[in-house]
């Protein structure tokens, strides 16, 4: 994959499924990261074609569990991220799935301690022998925390020392924020997460749709892509929490949602997923 300028929407847990990367893509991004899937929960998956939907999953066996969910609109931009901390089973894990995706990528920058403990993220860094070259670099060191300022300076030393691309990420809050860091850093490419969480629209350079307009799109994708309610619901949590508060009566009913169908109705999408289900139907009866 060319790694030349492109704006990149950053790995998220829970949010970067295939409706938030879609959203992203169609403001703009480049190349969309997937949410971390560790290779454990991968290797147990088959892939089936979802003909209903048009897309691909990858389903725990024995089971209707959708661990990764993807469609042919991605294909060139999509990419995987991995948890691992062993060089055979990520690749029996990228085997599974390299000819639906543009790239997998290992995550060595998590600093929790589930990956950790794991041998997994940022615990990578410290076993170059098991590491080739990546071309990933995050913003912060392992004890930094979101709340701590990016070190861009940081950045453009490691671009000075590598000949590989580098994308760098941290605080782009604002599209021109995206030229900022490619200027102080030397970066190839700009990442972003929290910034694209709160508003996809980020990637615009219009300039950012209101919030609304954006959560509303993100709804309607949910529903067309039958996304995991549990993801679903803590992506709008994530935003109603930035621009607004869970306790007003949106945050509340939200809450309360049990299935697409509760979360069209709370934002009066019920005719769209009603819509979505009959022609799912006919198309699922040709
Ligand atoms: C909700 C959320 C989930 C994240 N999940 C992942 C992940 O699955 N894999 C990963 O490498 N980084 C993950 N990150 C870290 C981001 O990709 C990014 O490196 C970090 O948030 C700094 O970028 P920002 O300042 O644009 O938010 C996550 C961040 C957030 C806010």
Avoid at 17 to 44: C, N, S, V, W
Avoid at 113 to 130: E, H, R, T, V, Y
Avoid at 142 to 167: G, M, N
């Amino acid at each position: 994959m060319d790694y030349e300028n492109k704006l990149v929407l950053a790995p998220m847990v829970r949010v970067g499924t295939l409706p938030f990367r879609l959203l992203a893509a169609q403001y703009g991004a480049d190349i969309t990261y997937g949410e971390e899937i560790i290779d454990h929960k991968m290797i147990k998956c088959e892939r089936r074609l979802n003909e209903h939907l048009g897309s691909t999953d990858f389903v725990e066996k024995g089971t209707n569990n959708v661990v990764f969910r993807t469609c042919s609109l991605e294909r060139k931009r999509v990419v995987f991220q991995m948890g691992t901390s062993n060089a055979a089973r990520a690749l029996s894990a990228a085997q599974i799935l390299c000819q639906d995706v543009a790239a997998i990528d290992i995550n060595m920058g998590c600093p929790k301690s589930f990956s950790i403990s794991g041998g997994m993220g940022a615990a990578l860094l410290n076993k170059p022998d098991l590491i080739h070259d990546s071309c990933s670099i995050t913003c912060r060191r392992v004890a930094d925390r979101p709340r701590d300022p990016a070190k861009w300076s940081e950045i453009a030393d490691v671009v000075a020392a590598l000949t590989i691309p580098v994308i760098a990420n941290g605080d782009i809050f604002e599209f021109d924020d995206f030229q900022r860091i490619k200027v102080h850093t030397g970066a190839s490419s700009m990442m972003v997460a929290r910034g694209a969480l709160w508003n996809a629209s980020i990637f615009s350079p219009e300039g950012k749709l209101p919030w609304e307009d954006v959560k509303r799109e993100y709804v309607r994708k949910s529903i067309l892509w039958d996304n995991d309610i549990k993801g679903t619901k803590h992506t709008l949590k994530e935003m109603i929490m930035h621009y607004s508060c869970l306790e007003l009566p949106e945050g509340k009913a939200l809450i309360k949602s049990e299935s697409l169908a509760d979360i069209a109705k709370l934002y009066g999408e019920e005719n769209y997923y009603q819509f979505v289900q009959e022609n799912r139907l006919f198309n699922g009866s040709r």
